[in-house]
């Protein structure tokens, strides 16, 4: 049982924010305010499923590498040429398929005077009860020559491997590297979409839906000059196929500023973005978060502003500032120790309940992170809570195996539940809608197929359960 409401498996992969200067931990629940790692420059990290962190790579500071949970560096961290990068868009780990104690790195590089943007890969040891990690390669694999800045990895269709997702600079090509236990693939599945990208407009970011079938691609320059005029980010939504990689474009945003952050409701029907403006004689620059509704036959005509506010910091810089949290929040960094925090942002706004100062940091966060969104882990299983907030007991579904009518019990509920059905491979099947009658909710497994599935219920922002259930012939 977990103490965490997963939206999908693995949330605990992502319970570790060690990112810059800062480091905030989920594994308890609630965020945490940790103690800032001895090393400078963090830009990516890998918790467990039970969210302790296994390793974190470092960008520059206090030297380019992997590091172990105790702040060592990683036995066969190998040389390198060019830079790599902390804040912007570029490392993440992705765990080996068919191996959990092995994992991959894929950070992005750069090399000055040849102008050379590439990615390159890192096999890792992750360490057990008597081994430290270590890297098992001697050196890095590069691969993507020509590659922008910005990526996301989201789950193969078939439950066990993964895609490595990037865009090539200056164009709207994207290739979708298949991640399997032999290693990354050699040759991509590449997707034309969207607008063709100038090519100083190399950097930005990839966010992909929980369920890895839309994501936002944002394309902007490295940073802002200072001149009067902004050049606005590029904000497009694209579909993606998990089955077979392909990518397809859906939506422009009509954005005339920078976007310094995105993010998608769980559902994937909302999208949260962060749009930096500056006043006309340049004393002043703000944030507005907007909310957009996806489902809408234009999304552009419905956007809602949720907060606006005057800045400073990092702002005009390539940057994320929003990102999904395991206790089902988005959290977005102001660049002050106040965070703003969306509760229940599968709801439209003002029911999304955003708060300005919804949780202090210790360090003023520059960027947030852009993790995996769906791991292929076990499931968790039991009731899980929003932190802070009390959930009702265990819940469970009578008769378990369930074929036809059947109801989920759940002492303490009541109201409109919403239910979500998901299959072994933890895709979602099937949504619908119910009323808690005392404690109890009518099921209907018609049309479900027989096997193995997690019930997911969920009361408005308050509470979670998740129960497995056997569906019958």
């Not at 560096?73 to 060019?82: E, I, R």
Request: charged share 15%.
């Amino acid at each position: 049982v977990l103490a965490l409401p997963a939206l999908t498996r693995g949330q605990l992969r992502n319970a570790n924010w060690l990112l810059s200067n800062y480091w905030i931990s989920f594994a308890n629940g609630a965020p945490e305010n940790l103690p800032p790692s001895p090393t400078t420059s963090a830009a990516a990290c890998l918790s467990d499923t039970l969210g302790n962190l296994l390793v974190y790579f470092t960008a520059s500071g206090s030297g380019v590498g992997i590091w172990s949970a105790d702040h060592v560096p990683v036995a066969g961290n190998p040389s390198f040429d060019g830079h790599f990068t902390a804040v912007q868009q570029s490392t993440i780990f992705v765990p080996k398929p068919g191996d959990p104690e092995r994992a991959y790195l894929i950070a992005w590089n750069r090399i000055p005077l040849a102008e050379t943007h590439r990615f390159g890969l890192l096999e890792i040891f992750l360490g057990n009860a008597t081994d430290p990690p270590q890297v098992l390669n001697t050196e890095y694999t590069w691969f993507m020559e020509g590659a922008a800045c910005k990526r996301m990895v989201v789950p193969h269709a078939n439950g066990e491997d993964y895609w490595f997702i990037a865009q090539m600079a200056g164009a709207n090509e994207y290739h979708a590297y298949l991640i399997t236990s032999l290693g990354l693939s050699t040759t991509p599945v590449i997707s034309n979409a969207g607008a063709l990208i100038p090519l100083n407009f190399g950097n930005g970011k990839l966010i992909p839906t929980v369920e890895g079938t839309r994501f936002v691609s944002v394309s902007e320059t490295s940073g802002y000059t200072g001149e009067p005029v902004i050049v606005p980010s590029i904000v497009e939504i694209h579909s993606f196929d998990p089955s077979t990689g392909i990518i397809q474009h859906q939506h422009t945003l009509d954005i005339t500023t920078r976007t310094d952050g995105v993010e998608f409701s769980p559902s994937g029907r909302y999208l949260y973005g962060v749009h930096w403006s500056i006043s006309s004689d340049q004393t002043q620059s703000y944030h507005a978060l907007y909310q957009y509704d996806l489902e809408a036959s234009d999304p552009n005509l419905s956007p809602l502003l949720m907060d606006s506010y005057v800045i400073g910091g990092l702002s005009g810089y390539s940057t994320n500032i929003l990102c999904h949290a395991p206790d089902g929040r988005i959290y977005m960094s102001r660049y002050t120790q106040g965070m703003g925090v969306i509760s229940a942002p599968n709801l439209p706004y003002p029911q999304c309940d955003y708060v300005h100062d919804g949780y202090l940091a210790a360090n003023p966060p520059p960027s947030l992170p852009s993790f995996i969104k769906r791991y292929n882990d076990l499931p968790p299983v039991g009731p899980m809570v929003i932190s802070g907030r009390t959930a009702p007991a265990a819940a469970t579904v009578l008769p378990n195996p369930l074929s036809g009518h059947g109801e989920l019990r759940w002492p303490g509920a009541s109201g409109a539940v919403a239910l979500q059905w998901m299959d072994a491979q933890g895709r979602l099947v099937r949504s619908e809608a119910r009323t808690a009658q005392g404690d109890r909710i009518v099921l209907d497994a018609g049309g479900l197929a027989a096997g193995q599935y997690l019930l997911r219920a969920h009361i408005g922002d308050q509470a979670m359960v998740v129960v497995r259930v056997s569906i019958a012939d």
